[in-house]
């Protein structure tokens, strides 16, 4: 079983709908990641936050907007999408980005669809 | 800059047969390699990991790699197939802690009754 759990698993929503992807981990990671992923390719990094600071944004477009509650949770605020960002977004968590060799703990994912 | 390659995208092997899938680095300055594997519908896991010194390191599910230095490479092998080792296969570089991970493209191992 997955120590990264994200909801939902299936979002089916419209140009103009806003939703939230929720991601949740429990092993006192301080390192949390949103990866993007299309089908039969890789994982594309989009955020990192570190700390509960975001550390990195890949240059993601601004109707994705990434959020840190606390150090359990993330969440990826959605508006306005675009077909072309269906996908399966991954959640995912490290102990932390600096001191130790980064080894990532990925969810199941949220299979997103944009009508 | 990094880069990883994984030289074929498509694997179709028999079950009980042996598998090697290739990936090859390229980086300027030590790095740590990965093995992720993200079986249909589910996120990835990972399967085995180099740091430092021996360079044959075991993994999860009977899977190993060998790190070559000198030929930048860390190609996955199993001795023995089944069919629930069908999945996608990531290899991963990252040359320090603050870096980021850096995926290849990805080998579809298909294993055949």
């Known amino acids: 079983d997955t120590e990264v759990t994200q909801t939902p698993k299936h979002l089916v929503m419209g140009m103009t709908n806003k939703k939230s992807l929720k991601c949740e981990q429990h092993m006192g990671h301080r390192a949390m990641y949103w990866y993007k992923q299309k089908a039969k390719k890789p994982p594309e990094l989009m955020f990192v936050y570190s700390y509960e600071k975001l550390s990195i944004n890949e240059s993601v477009p601004s109707r994705f907007s990434p959020e840190c509650p606390n150090s359990s949770l993330l969440n990826l605020h959605l508006h306005a999408l675009q077909p072309e960002d269906s996908a399966l977004y991954l959640c995912?968590?490290?102990?932390?980005?600096?001191?130790?060799?980064?080894?990532?703990?990925f969810g199941e994912g949220s299979r997103l669809t944009v009508l | 800059a990094q880069s990883v390659t994984q030289l074929d995208s498509q694997v179709p092997v028999f079950e009980e047969a042996p598998v090697e899938l290739r990936c090859n680095y390229s980086s300027s300055v030590s790095v740590y390699l990965f093995w992720y594997v993200q079986y249909p519908n589910q996120g990835l896991q990972l399967l085995l990991k180099?740091?430092?010194?021996?360079?044959l390191v075991k993994g999860i599910n009977g899977f190993e790699a060998e790190f070559n230095k000198s030929q930048t490479s860390f190609h996955l092998r199993k001795p023995s197939v089944h069919i629930s080792d069908t999945a996608e296969y990531f290899c991963?570089?990252?040359?320090?802690?603050?870096?980021?991970?850096?995926f290849g493209p990805g080998t579809s191992l298909s294993v055949i009754p």
């Open positions: 180099y740091l430092s010194g021996s360079t």
């Open positions: 995912a968590s490290s102990q932390e980005r600096g001191g130790n060799t980064g080894e990532l703990f």
């Open positions: 991963a570089v990252k040359r320090t802690s603050y870096d980021k991970v850096i």
